[in-house]
């Protein structure tokens, strides 16, 4: 066996032997970083970011947004998934939980953004808007997106006064600087 073909079949094995378990398997358990809505009564903002499921979480991640207003039960999940598009179904979804820092297939989330009380009220408004005018809700791609990532990058451009900062590994944040993006 030559020396190239022994490298090619330890990075196979190493590739193989670094892969995240099943998706269908992976744990999606609550991460336990987010406010109890049922403990705390104000309203709350939130954006995590966890590493992409199997090999590509060794470069990037996945972003959502979290919103509670002051009192609610639980909170409304945004966020962007390609495979929705297979099924027939918009990219970005919507949906009601209460917890919404879930480990993304195997992935421990951290937070990136935690706005809380009047601030938070003031804010969720202006995220409700904007998510009904996310321009690419229908569309995904990996790079250079628009993905996951660059839904919370363009809430970000619409809504300034969250100061929401994404890692480097957010790929495809940058698709939201297109000048047709904003308003």
Request: net charge negative; with cysteine.
């Amino acid at each position: 066996m030559t020396k190239k073909v022994a490298a090619l079949l330890g990075l196979c094995l190493l590739l193989v032997s670094c892969a995240k378990s099943d998706w269908r398997t992976a744990s999606r358990e609550p991460a336990g970083i987010a406010p109890d809505p049922q403990v705390d009564k104000s309203a709350v903002i939130e954006v995590y970011a966890a590493d992409a499921f199997s090999w590509r979480g060794w470069f990037a991640v996945h972003t959502w947004v979290a919103t509670k207003p002051a009192n609610a039960e639980e909170y409304t999940v945004y966020e962007v998934v390609g495979w929705r598009l297979r099924r027939g179904l918009p990219a970005l979804h919507e949906y009601q939980t209460s917890n919404p820092d879930r480990y993304w297939y195997g992935a421990r989330p951290e937070k990136l953004l935690a706005i809380s009380g009047d601030q938070a009220s003031e804010l969720i408004p202006k995220i409700e808007s904007a998510v009904k005018r996310y321009p690419w809700a229908d569309e995904y791609t990996v790079f250079p997106g628009p993905n996951s990532n660059t839904f919370p990058a363009w809430l970000a451009l619409q809504v300034p006064e969250l100061n929401l900062d994404l890692p480097f590994s957010a790929i495809g944040s940058g698709f939201a600087t297109n000048d047709e993006s904003t308003d």
